[in-house]
């Protein structure tokens, strides 16, 4: 069992950086791809970003491209989503889930675990 525990949300103006934070509990962490959906009010949860068990392979939604970066510390149990650049229609609140597997996936009906969430307000 792995739980995952997300920190780092808060509200910050268009323009501004936030790096939300994913602590994993259990020995198998390194072993796993992780990823980062969001969710809007009213809205289906989206694709952010997906980095393998290793970190070397990445992958970003279109809308996150080149404004935010995920990476992961295996000796820290920890995954990280750097936001920069951060628009109004970011804000959603962030779930990282962890995958059973290493190799990446941006389909959210792949992954085997799930935090709760943090809240992301982007105001204009």
């Known amino acids: 069992q792995v739980q995952l525990v997300e920190s780092g949300g808060g509200l910050v103006q268009a323009g501004g950086s936030l790096r939300l934070s994913c602590a994993a509990s259990?020995?198998?962490?390194?072993?796993?791809?992780m990823g980062w959906f969001r969710q809007a009010p009213g809205k289906e949860r989206e694709f952010v970003a997906t980095?393998?068990?290793?970190?070397?392979?990445?992958y970003y939604a279109d809308s996150v491209k080149g404004r935010f970066t995920i990476s992961r510390d295996n000796a820290k149990n920890t995954v990280y989503l750097q936001m920069n650049s951060l628009k109004p229609e970011d804000t959603a609140v962030y779930s990282c889930?962890?995958?059973?597997?290493?190799?990446?996936?941006?389909?959210?009906?792949?992954?085997?675990?799930w935090g709760q969430g943090t809240q992301v307000t982007v105001s204009s």
């Open positions: 889930a962890a995958r059973r597997y290493g190799l990446p996936s941006s389909k959210g009906n792949e992954y085997d675990y």
């Open positions: 980095i393998g068990w290793n970190g070397a392979s990445t």
């Open positions: 259990g020995r198998t962490f390194s072993s796993k791809a």
